[in-house]
């Protein structure tokens, strides 16, 4: 099959672990997650996707991070986010979608993120989210870490190839014009086609 000019060597099954589903990346510590291995996705290491409709998840607590960066987007829903270096203070700071928050781990940073639902039953209060993490260059592994947010998203319409109407918009999360600085030139964007546009 081809799309695009590129052949499609395989395709490898999302892996789901409670609200998380793991769409590219490799095994964790405990076997887990998507067994492949990642020809032609570097710098990419991991990409998930996360619906999470109760406070206080995942329950990881702080934990480290070290020589990656790791973008969140936080589609819908509130998110407490808190790091070692400070931002936030003691209690984090909580960042209410769309938003984005971009952590450069550098040499070493402990962080921690849990989800904030005020009313499980509602469900445009549970969180919605993809996290992805991006490799670094050697020397950026060695700079201390920094941490990024951004919550006035950049949205920018999207017209057809004539350019006679809109077909939809991109609302921007890294690149596009928003805030977050960034080592690599990536761009991530939710892109919203207008039903009937091609």
């Given at each position: 099959m081809i799309i695009g000019g590129r052949s499609i060597a395989r395709i490898v099954p999302p892996t789901q672990n409670g609200?998380?589903?793991?769409?590219?990346?490799?095994?964790?510590?405990?076997?887990?997650?998507?067994?492949?291995?990642?020809?032609?996705?570097d710098p990419f290491i991991l990409l998930d996707?996360?619906?999470?409709?109760?406070?206080?998840?995942?329950?990881?607590g702080a934990?480290?991070?070290?020589?990656?960066?790791?973008?969140?987007?936080?589609?819908?829903?509130?998110?407490?986010?808190?790091?070692s270096f400070g931002a936030g203070g003691l209690e984090g700071t909580v960042i209410k979608g769309p938003a984005s928050y971009w952590v450069d781990a550098g040499s070493g940073v402990f962080h921690d993120e849990t989800t904030i639902?005020?009313?499980?039953?509602?469900?445009?209060?549970?969180?919605?989210?993809?996290?992805?993490?991006?490799?670094?260059?050697?020397?950026?592994?060695l700079k201390p870490a920094a941490l990024q947010y951004d919550i006035n998203?950049?949205?920018?319409?999207?017209?057809?190839?004539?350019?006679?109407s809109v077909v939809g918009n991109a609302r921007y999360f890294?690149?596009?014009?928003?805030?977050?600085?960034?080592p690599h030139p990536i761009t991530v964007a939710q892109v919203t086609q207008h039903p009937g546009k091609t």
């Amino acid at each position: 099959m081809i799309i695009g000019g590129r052949s499609i060597a395989r395709i490898v099954p999302p892996t789901q672990n409670g609200p998380i589903t793991r769409l590219v990346g490799t095994l964790d510590i405990d076997g887990k997650g998507t067994d492949h291995p990642l020809d032609q996705c570097d710098p990419f290491i991991l990409l998930d996707q996360a619906v999470i409709p109760k406070s206080d998840l995942p329950p990881f607590g702080a934990h480290p991070h070290r020589g990656h960066s790791v973008v969140t987007v936080l589609l819908q829903g509130k998110m407490k986010s808190w790091d070692s270096f400070g931002a936030g203070g003691l209690e984090g700071t909580v960042i209410k979608g769309p938003a984005s928050y971009w952590v450069d781990a550098g040499s070493g940073v402990f962080h921690d993120e849990t989800t904030i639902v005020d009313d499980p039953d509602d469900p445009l209060q549970h969180i919605n989210l993809f996290q992805l993490w991006v490799g670094v260059k050697e020397e950026d592994r060695l700079k201390p870490a920094a941490l990024q947010y951004d919550i006035n998203l950049p949205v920018e319409e999207l017209w057809d190839e004539g350019k006679d109407s809109v077909v939809g918009n991109a609302r921007y999360f890294v690149g596009g014009g928003g805030t977050i600085q960034t080592p690599h030139p990536i761009t991530v964007a939710q892109v919203t086609q207008h039903p009937g546009k091609t």
